[in-house]
């Protein structure tokens, strides 16, 4: 792709049509430009699903497991192939850009977007994030790399000001974003945050490190509302500031370039990767020549060195046709029924081929963390089960924030459990003490249109008189984007609802402003929820909620009316919600202990709600919320096959463990949580997953900040962060980062280390083991390096590689571990370069950063440095 050709694009646009393009021109697109034959760029969240360009819950999608529990797998293949779902959603709903992976570690457990994150280790975040970015990218939709960088926790996470040493930051915050622009990501996003005292889209990172070093060639977009001056983001390597159309650029841009604070060539060299992106999505028509598929990625210049192994799929400069039978041909195709409506997105030709993959994903991800030999379940001994807990009528598939998206009907554990049980065994079920979630958005399941009565609720918006502007049908009360039409002075969202059972039904209306709750014609609530924050993930996605409690008869309709006046600065986000009457929580204990106690065996679904672990804030906590601890103790005290299942996106505290049969660790398992637990509770499916996070008491973890003195958050522990902070600590965690057990058991025999053919090829450790258990089954092996001897501080030890084997009972099977050069490297301050030290390293093999059963070494016998790009053989 000629140089020629973008300066003969450049040269069609005068300087504000340029400074136009580099603002979003909605909350969700990129501005189109017919001087070039530019359309407009779609981008949508997130991580675990393609929302789509908009917050509409008629559009609703494919839910991935959460990307801890992606990384947990370990699995490269598998999250390429989970990535590939992703994209062939992006092309059904139109989005070229997914706002995905991200690339943050688990710093601390408290962390609020744990569950969005892959992991505490910058390898398995930085192979895992990168396997995603290649099956996104492979099918022609980009990938984005967020948020850039050290951006580890969310207490006032638009202003908190990260305090990493150089070391530091290379190691273990830029590494993962490293490995991405080496796989061809093809956006990277700023975060809202400073670091070491400069704001992300103002950072000299950006242009030294990842412009420089990496030689990024793709676009820097900010997070959303992150651009906050004008010449200083322009000056920097920022390329776009996202959402439009009021950003501080615009007008304000071409005054800043006319006056000469910004050079018409930096504003030249972000239109030119917007074009080149744009080129590579097959958004820009005429260009004079064919875009090339076959080369090499265009977003990354050819590495100096190429790593060993490594296997970037490009993004292909153009979108393949897409697949027959996707809504991609006729928007709107994709309709799904749910609760008797019509709603758009998911490709139906991809649900069912996807739902295998996501379902075979849970079992892939789940980490069972202790047995006693109860998992898995054999219904042949089992005449009854007693399933128990909210979690196992109410799966949480997926955390909250912005990577939330509207789902298709799940199946939940519960359901799958009687499904495969029956008609052997008997599954009774008893939900035990409520967990404290406030109440949930109303759906098609509770109410229904007052006006038609089809299942979900009415909305409409109202004048300042009162009168109706407009009203639609939609499926849920959860209103996050409606349409404001001139004039609109209220938004309402009405239901009927039939309580089935008697008793205090909780309702309430999120929103910022006047919120107002009808009951039955009464006026229950009137009150006005002032605006505190202006972070985006609590104002449009998750605001605030106010309740009210009403005691209704059972079997007569009612009339639920949920108002917001709208002022201006409260956002868009109306919701209304609801909760049935619960017993009190006393005798819903002891009616769990009971069904326990009469059933063969128990499995109790315990996890966090939507206020315990969400964007936007941290946790405080670890426990689990409620009186679900007491619940699971009090079940395994009556019941000795108890199972204790964990819903949950990140650590929490099990003071129980040791008390229950098995727990097994199922995370935000996604859509097809129900049938994904029950495979692996009933051994249709080993369970695949290792902890990519030591999990502890809180007490006990070694690093937990989220906030630091006078707005800052140093980062003090500097490499040792995760295992290696608890491996320095000398402490023992209740699990350590790569614990899980499989369903059968393996002998490690020998590692061997082989150094590979080439110079500077690196080395290979060879593991012997033995599949001594019973029925075939799948080990990662993990191989950690220390090194006791030298002058650089290093962790206590680090992970090094991994990969899995699969044998048969009784086999002998080797696994070959690649140890690239780079895996021994560090960063070397004084000479601003990656070195490996010369000198005996102690090779680690085993099961989990604290299980490693063989030691070897590996010798290197002259310090090597390696190119500035990192990319060592
Ligand atoms: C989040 C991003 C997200 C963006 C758009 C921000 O608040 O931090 O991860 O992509 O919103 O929804």
Redesign the pocket.
């Known amino acids: 792709m000629g140089e020629a050709e973008w300066e003969r694009l450049l040269g069609k646009l005068d300087l504000r049509q340029k400074v136009r393009l580099l603002s979003g021109a909605t909350v969700w697109h990129t501005p189109d430009e017919p001087a070039v034959g530019l359309r407009a760029l779609a981008m949508s969240?997130?991580p675990v699903g393609v929302r789509g360009d908009s917050w509409d819950d008629r559009r609703v999608s494919l839910v991935l497991p959460s990307p801890s529990a992606m990384a947990a797998t370990w699995d490269e293949d598998l999250v390429e192939r989970l990535g590939g779902v992703l994209a062939e959603e992006a092309r059904a709903k139109g989005v070229d850009v997914l706002?995905a992976p991200?690339l943050n570690l688990h710093r601390t457990p408290l962390g609020g977007r744990h569950f969005e994150c892959y992991s505490e280790d910058p390898l398995l975040v930085g192979r895992t994030g990168a396997a995603l970015v290649r099956g996104v990218q492979s099918q022609g939709v980009a990938a984005t790399a967020?948020?850039f960088a050290a951006n580890e926790s969310e207490t006032d996470r638009l202003t908190v000001d990260v305090r990493v040493d150089e070391r530091t930051l290379r190691e273990l915050y830029l590494a993962p974003f490293e490995d991405a622009v080496e796989a061809g990501v093809a956006l990277l996003?700023t975060g809202?945050h400073t670091l070491n005292g400069t704001t992300m889209t103002e950072h000299p990172l950006l242009a030294e490190v990842v412009k420089g070093d990496w030689g990024f060639e793709g676009v820097v977009v900010s997070?959303?509302g992150a651009v906050r001056t004008t010449v200083a983001a322009a000056l920097a390597a920022q390329d776009l500031a996202m959402p439009g159309p009021d950003t501080p650029w615009g007008e304000e841009l071409v005054r800043a370039v006319e006056s000469a604070l910004v050079t018409p060539e930096a504003i030249d060299e972000k239109v030119r990767r917007l074009l080149r992106l744009a080129a590579r999505l097959g958004a820009l028509d005429g260009l004079d020549f064919v875009p090339d598929l076959t080369g090499a990625a265009p977003g990354v210049r050819e590495p100096a060195v190429t790593a060993a192994g490594t296997t970037g799929v490009p993004l292909a400069a153009g979108l393949p046709p897409a697949p027959a039978g996707t809504a991609a041909a006729a928007p709107g195709n994709g309709e799904v029924r749910n609760g008797g409506t019509p709603r758009q997105g998911a490709a139906p030709g991809g649900v069912a081929t996807a739902g295998v993959l996501l379902r075979r994903a849970v079992a892939a991800g789940s980490v069972l963390l202790a047995n006693d030999g109860t998992l898995p379940l054999r219904p042949a001994t089992l005449d009854s089960l007693a399933v128990i807990g909210t979690h196992a009528r109410d799966v949480r598939v997926q955390g909250g924030g912005?990577?939330e998206v509207f789902t298709l009907p799940v199946i939940s554990p519960l359901e799958a459990l009687q499904r495969a049980l029956a008609p052997t065994t008997r599954v009774g079920y008893a939900p035990g003490p409520a967990t404290g979630a406030l109440p949930a958005p109303v759906d098609g399941r509770l109410a229904r249109d007052p006006r038609g009565g089809a299942p979900g609720v009415l909305l409409r918006m109202l004048d300042e008189a009162g009168e109706e502007l407009y009203a639609e049908h939609r499926p849920t009360g959860r209103q996050l984007e409606p349409r404001l039409v001139p004039g609109a002075d209220t938004v309402e969202i009405s239901a009927v609802l039939r309580p089935g059972t008697p008793g205090r039904w909780t309702f309430g209306v999120a929103g910022y402003g006047r919120l107002s709750l009808q009951v039955d014609g009464h006026l229950v609530m009137d009150e006005i929820q002032p605006r505190e924050t202006d972070d985006?993930?609590v104002v449009h996605v998750r605001p605030p909620q106010r309740c009210a409690t009403v005691t209704l008869p059972a079997g007569r309709d009612v009339l639920v009316v949920a108002r917001r006046r709208l002022v201006p600065d409260a956002g868009r986000a109306t919701v209304l919600t609801a909760a049935p009457p619960a017993p009190p929580d006393d005798r819903a204990l002891a009616d769990a202990v009971a069904a326990a106690a009469a059933a063969d065996a128990a499995v109790v679904f315990v996890g966090t709600t939507e206020e315990s672990e969400s964007?936007g804030r941290d946790r405080t906590t670890l426990r689990l919320p409620g009186r679900q601890d007491e619940l699971v103790r009090a079940v395994a005290a009556v019941q000795p096959r108890t199972v204790a299942v964990l819903n949950c996106g990140g650590p929490v505290e099990l003071p129980w463990r040791e008390e229950v049969a098995a727990v097994l660790l199922a995370w935000f398992p996604g859509q097809e949580a129900g049938p994904g637990i029950t495979d692996v509770l009933l051994g249709a499916a080993e369970p695949g997953g290792r902890l990519p996070t030591t999990w502890g008491a809180l007490a006990d973890a070694p690093v937990t900040a989220t906030t630091g003195p006078a707005g800052t958050l140093p980062y003090t522990e500097g490499l040792h962060v995760g295992y290696r902070a608890w491996l320095r600590a000398r402490a023992e965690p209740a699990y350590w980062f790569g614990h899980g057990l499989g369903y059968t058991e393996w002998d490690h025999r020998t590692a061997r280390v082989v150094r590979r053919a080439g110079e500077g090829a690196g080395h290979e450790v060879h593991v012997e083991l033995r599949n001594t258990g019973t029925r075939r089954g799948r080990e990662l092996v993990q191989v950690y390096l220390s090194r006791a001897d030298g002058q650089v501080e290093r962790p206590v030890r680090w992970l090094a590689g991994y990969a899995h084997v699969e044998a048969e009972p009784d086999a002998t099977v080797t696994a070959v571990v690649p140890l690239p050069l780079r895996a021994l490297r560090h960063w070397s301050t004084a000479e601003r370069g990656w070195r490996v030290a010369a000198g005996r390293y102690r090779v680690l093999v085993g099961r989990s950063a604290g299980d490693l059963p063989l030691c070897t070494e590996l010798v290197v016998d002259e310090e090597i440095a390696l190119p500035s790009n990192g990319r060592g053989r």
């Open positions: 969240d997130g706002l991200t967020k948020h996003m809202y997070d959303w912005s990577a985006p993930a964007e």
